[in-house]
């Protein structure tokens, strides 16, 4: 099997795993959300100021989490279509060249040294 398609599965596993991990975390905050309204509806002596601060916690916590989801989207994206064009590879640095000349390096200013 190609390296690259192997790639692609896991990251497709990967992005599915997140998927289903955000929802999962969203039901829980929607439904956590929907006990403390009822609760600040009921409760006589909370402050309408508490209120509305609470209520815009939960409107901040609510856009933060869509930006989360929007910016490791946009990740998945990019490494998706690093790994669909076939050019990305070779245009990619060579390891075993990145590591000989970090030796030569290494050698050289120790030799200075």
Known sequence: MDTHQIVKQ?????????????NAIVMI?????RRVNRLMEQAACFPE?????VKEWMEASKLDREHFHRVVEEGFKQVA???DN????????????AV???RATKTSSSVVA
């Open 29 to 33: 905050e929607e439904q956590n959300q």
């Open 49 to 53: 100021e508490g209120k509305q601060v």
């Open 81 to 83: 279509e690093f790994f």
């Open 86 to 97: 076939p050019e990305s590879s070779d245009s990619a640095p060579d390891i075993q060249e």
């Open 10 to 22: 896991m990251l497709g596993f990967n992005k599915t795993v997140f998927v289903n991990t955000l």
């Open 100 to 102: 000989s000349k970090t």
